[in-house]
């Protein structure tokens, strides 16, 4: 099994440009969910989903878009870069559980926007 | 904001040593989990404790959890070299599912 996969690895944007960030699970897992991360700052979540057709927003979600199309995907979508908007991004699944189960990480997209 | 504060920030031990690591929290939470992340790569899970769980093992990490004061600490034990890494606690909400980070502990162990 693959877990997560993220692609790219690495992207370099001008300021407005756009693009989408991958991210794939062949773990059949209904929760994804799409995180930040900034030196000093640790994870910061910007939207999640509880299964396909279901989104919602987290704590930093202004500049971004998502959708759950199936289950394995949950691209995020960059609508105009910012350069406040370099961090690295990192996709998460998990199974839905009442008292919580444990994340599966990609590992990662290294995003700078100049 | 961040739900968990960690501390200490930075942590620099001898090999065969241990490192404790101790996370706060602000609201009621379903449980919480620690996770390690070496340079450069994504997180991986090491332990999840549940809120009516005090303390759980596995291998040589220990993590205890205290509601009452809403803090959690994870130990790791004869500590290795490869345990450098940076850790994070999570919290999870009553939902079970979405997460939130504290800042992290960056962990060196010296050979």
């Known amino acids: 099994n693959a877990g997560v996969t993220q692609t790219p690895k690495f992207q370099v944007l001008k300021t407005g440009q756009s693009m989408t960030l991958q991210c794939a699970q062949d773990?059949?897992?209904?929760?994804m969910s799409w995180y930040r991360q900034d030196p000093g700052m640790g994870l910061r979540l910007i939207h999640y989903s509880v299964g396909a057709g279901i989104t919602d927003q987290g704590e930093v979600p202004n500049g971004y878009n998502v959708s759950r199309s199936t289950t394995e995907d949950f691209p995020l979508r960059l609508l105009s870069a910012a350069p406040s908007q370099t961090s690295v991004y990192f996709c998460?699944?998990?199974?839905?559980?009442?008292?919580?189960?444990?994340?599966?990480f990609g590992q990662g997209t290294r995003l700078t926007v100049v | 904001s961040q739900q968990g504060e960690e501390d200490p920030q930075a942590l620099s031990i001898q090999e065969g040593e241990n490192a404790t690591m101790n996370c706060s929290y602000k609201t009621s939470i379903n449980n919480l989990q620690w996770y390690r992340q070496n340079s450069g790569r994504g997180l991986v899970h090491l332990i999840l404790i549940r809120s009516n769980e005090r303390e759980k093992h596995s291998g040589r990490l220990r993590v205890t959890l205290d509601t009452s004061k809403k803090s959690s600490s994870l130990l790791i034990t004869a500590s290795r070299a490869a345990d450098t890494a940076s850790y994070f606690c999570?919290?999870?909400?009553?939902?079970?599912?979405?997460?939130?980070f504290g800042e992290g502990t960056q962990l060196t162990v010296n050979p």
């Open positions: 773990m059949n897992h209904e929760y």
């Open positions: 998460a699944s998990s199974r839905q559980g009442a008292r919580g189960t444990e994340a599966f």
């Open positions: 999570a919290t999870g909400e009553t939902s079970g599912s979405r997460l939130t």
